[in-house]
């Protein structure tokens, strides 16, 4: 079972995904494969941390440019970014509450980013 389980992880994850799902709730634990598990699992913080991080990159660029740069013509575009990022942001931050840990403590590093990028 291990091999078939291999197998369907390296050829199509959200079938593998919805498989160790059903075994989870059918409690068929000796089937799962739990190696790959708990590196999904582990991948499922650092997906979040890195949508956070672009989230705010985006939105840090985006004030910058609106307040720094002198084109008219472009404000109403940052304006909708701008809002849509926090948007994206108080989403997030409302699924994963413990995200706001990372926030304080990498805020500086994104804001140095930002900079560059504008």
Known sequence: MKNSQRLLYEQDLVAWCDDTVRKLKAGN???????????????????????????????????????????????RGWKITIREQRQQLRDLLEQSPSLRNDITSLFSKWWTEALAMV
């Open 29 to 75: 634990f000796q089937e799962i494969d739990i190696d790959r598990l708990i590196e999904e699992i582990a991948g499922l913080a650092g997906r979040d941390r890195r949508e956070l991080k672009s989230h705010f990159r985006v939105l840090l660029a985006h004030l910058l440019k609106r307040i720094y740069v002198e084109s008219p013509n472009s404000y």
